[in-house]
């Protein structure tokens, strides 16, 4: 069975980076994309940012600009690039993985951002 491991969550102060990572335990063939979505205290889980297989890639509003999705191919790991984190970044983010026939998430990973 393939699992999302995760990884990067912590604590930054607001104005910093922070990196997360999500790779499968396993090999995932025929992915249709990778994303990232979160979920604050009391809100509904959030799409944050995706990546397609063809390398086109969806941001929320709210992180454009700030944020970046990328892919390690060979590994299929997914990483997110997170700059200018702001007190309302504060969330567990959760990794997606969609393929034509499952969807794959993560535990999740807690990110807090101070202020």
């Known amino acids: 069975q393939v699992q999302l491991v995760e990884s990067g969550g912590g604590l930054v102060q607001a104005g910093g980076s922070l990196r997360l990572s999500c790779a499968p335990s396993g090999i995932i063939f025929s992915i249709n994309y990778m994303g990232w979505y979160r979920q604050a205290p009391g809100k509904q889980r959030e799409l944050v940012a995706r990546i397609t297989s063809g390398g086109t890639t969806n941001y929320a509003d709210s992180v454009k600009g700030r944020f970046t999705i990328s892919r390690d191919y060979p590994k299929n790991t997914v990483y997110l690039q997170m700059n200018s984190l702001k007190p309302e970044d504060t969330a567990v983010y959760y990794c997606?993985?969609?393929?034509?026939?499952?969807?794959?998430w993560g535990k999740g990973t807690l990110v807090t951002v101070s202020s």
């Open positions: 997606n993985v969609v393929t034509p026939s499952l969807n794959y």
